[in-house]
T-cell receptor, first 113, second 114 residues
Framework: AQRVTQPEKLLSVFKGAPVELKCNYS??????LFWYVQYSRQRLQLLLR?????SIKGFTADLNKGETSFHLKKPFAQEEDSAMYYC???????????????WGAGTKLIIKP | DAEITQSPRHKITETGRQVTLACHQT?????MFWYRQDLGHGLRLIHY???????NKGEVSDGYSVSRSNTEDLPLTLESAASSQTSVYFC?????????????FGEGSRLTVL
């Protein structure tokens, strides 16, 4: 079955501490993985995607095909990182019938001062 | 600037009423989607469209319908609202060929069914 699992519904860390939001997936094809973020009172937006290999707002995520994971990490959390984070995947090849985005249930990240 | 807008942003209705949520995008995207967001479930796909006159059911389509008569709009209709349809609804669009997988979301419509 194709699935994205975010095992933590809620993650609370202190400002300045490292953050790791977990994402595991199950997918039969070649996946493209994303992290989306929803800040309070703002619309959902793309944070980063694995094919870009970018660091956005200090966050990075590495695709580990062996462990089928795409964990989101930041070495030093900031209060403005508090938000809802969603991991999602789709086919790397857009004409696949599995084009649809498959979403995790989301992790609410709270950064304590 | 191109954008995607939803209306109304907040709606309270009664069980059994028909409700339509509007979604309008000026990105000229082929693909449009409707999701509902509920605690513990994340985002669940209701309906989607890959172009004009194309509509498809998502994983939670029962009780909902959509139509796509032009590129810009994908209205979502609840034929007979039920309390289980109380949720936050998000419309999104994407350009399949230009930007694989990235969705651009509206601000959401919070629907309460009493």
């Amino acid at each position: 079955a194709q699935r994205v699992t975010q095992p933590e519904k809620l993650l609370s860390v202190f400002k300045g501490a490292p953050v790791e939001l977990k994402c595991n997936y199950s997918y039969s094809g070649s996946p493209e993985l994303f992290w989306y973020v929803q800040y309070s009172r703002q619309r959902l937006q793309l944070l980063l995607r694995h094919i870009s290999r970018e660091s956005i707002k200090g966050f990075t995520a590495d695709l580990n095909k062996g462990e089928t994971s795409f964990h989101l990490k930041k070495p030093f959390a900031q209060e403005e990182d508090s938000a809802m984070y969603y991991c999602a995947l789709t086919s790397l090849y857009p004409m696949d019938s599995n084009y649809q985005l498959i979403w995790g249930a989301g992790t609410k990240l709270i950064i304590k001062p | 600037d191109a954008e995607i807008t939803q209306s109304p942003r907040h709606k309270i209705t009664e069980t059994g009423r028909q409700v339509t949520l509007a979604c309008h995008q000026t990105w000229n995207h082929n693909n449009m989607f409707w999701y509902r967001q509920d605690l513990g479930h994340g985002l669940r796909l209701i309906h989607y469209s890959y172009g004009v006159q194309d509509t498809n059911k998502g994983e939670v389509s029962d009780g909902y319908s959509v139509s796509r008569s032009n590129t810009e709009d994908l209205p979502l209709t609840l034929e007979s609202a039920a309390s289980s349809q109380t949720s936050v609804y998000f419309c999104a669009s994407s350009d399949l060929h230009g930007n694989t997988g990235e969705l651009f979301f509206g601000e959401g419509s919070r629907l309460t069914v009493l």
